[in-house]
């Protein structure tokens, strides 16, 4: 069955760090684009990051570019997203997320975690 399970989300001040990971389970992950989203309270679900399967092209919304790093271990089935020089409108649950093809295509997310930035 597939599983998405993030984890790494807390409570951090400006300009701190950190990094959320998503354990994957269920399906051929290393074959598999895998994303971030985030959404914040009242806002519309936002693209964080993509990373390609084997990790060798990324991309980045423009409100995280030059502070968030994507990553994979594909021997681990595991996405990372290293979250630097955070600033309060980084708050949100993040999301893992991919798109799976197979008998029937699906968006599979994760639970989210939180991520609350401030002083």
């Known amino acids: 069955q597939v599983q998405l399970v993030e984890s790494g989300g807390d409570l951090v001040q400006p300009g701190g760090s950190l990094r959320l990971s998503c354990a994957a389970s269920?399906?051929?992950?290393?074959?598999?684009?895998m994303n971030w989203y985030r959404q914040a309270p009242g806002k519309e679900r936002e693209l964080v990051a993509t990373?390609?399967?084997?990790?060798?092209?990324?991309h980045y919304g423009d409100s995280v570019k030059g502070r968030f790093t994507i990553s994979r271990d594909n021997a681990k089935n595991t996405v990372y997203l290293q979250m630097n020089s955070l600033k309060p409108e980084d708050t949100a649950v993040y999301y893992c997320?991919?798109?799976?093809?197979?008998?029937?295509?699906?968006?599979?997310w994760g639970q989210g975690t939180q991520v609350t930035v401030s002083s």
């Open positions: 997320n991919f798109l799976y093809i197979g008998i029937i295509t699906t968006n599979f």
């Open positions: 269920g399906f051929a992950f290393s074959s598999y684009t």
């Open positions: 990373i390609t399967s084997t990790g060798g092209t990324t």
